[in-house]
């Protein structure tokens, strides 16, 4: 298994960046696919970047798209999500997650905090 640490989140005011990482641990974290999901207050958790085992494919949700970038690095056990340009409506817990070749997700951090302020 993989055990999943994330770090990054904070505040900061509409317009600004932050960087979220998540630093894993377990011998097999390159054959994980791994994936952003945010949660604010009263919405369902949902998807907002995915990355590929080796990288070489990503997806956005098309709220983030041209915003955010999720990228991981192997040799270092870490992904990460850029986000700029960052909007209130980017508020919300974002967790970290991996998947195995079945697509579920059973993997998850504690999630982050993100507040973008106005």
């Known amino acids: 298994q993989v055990q999943l640490v994330e770090s990054g989140g904070g505040l900061v005011q509409a317009g600004g960046s932050l960087r979220l990482s998540c630093a894993a641990s377990?011998?097999?974290?390159?054959?994980?696919?791994m994936a952003w999901f945010r949660q604010a207050p009263g919405k369902e958790r949902f998807i907002v970047a995915r990355?590929?085992?080796?990288?070489?494919?990503?997806y956005y949700v098309d709220s983030v798209k041209g915003r955010f970038a999720i990228s991981r690095d192997n040799a270092r056990n870490t992904v990460y999500l850029q986000m700029n340009s960052l909007k209130p409506e980017d508020t919300g817990v974002y967790y970290c997650?991996?998947?195995?070749?079945?697509?579920?997700?059973?993997?998850w951090g504690q999630g982050t905090q993100v507040t973008v302020s106005s």
């Open positions: 377990g011998r097999a974290f390159s054959s994980y696919r």
């Open positions: 997650a991996a998947g195995g070749p079945l697509g579920n997700y059973d993997h």
């Open positions: 990355i590929s085992a080796s990288g070489g494919s990503v």
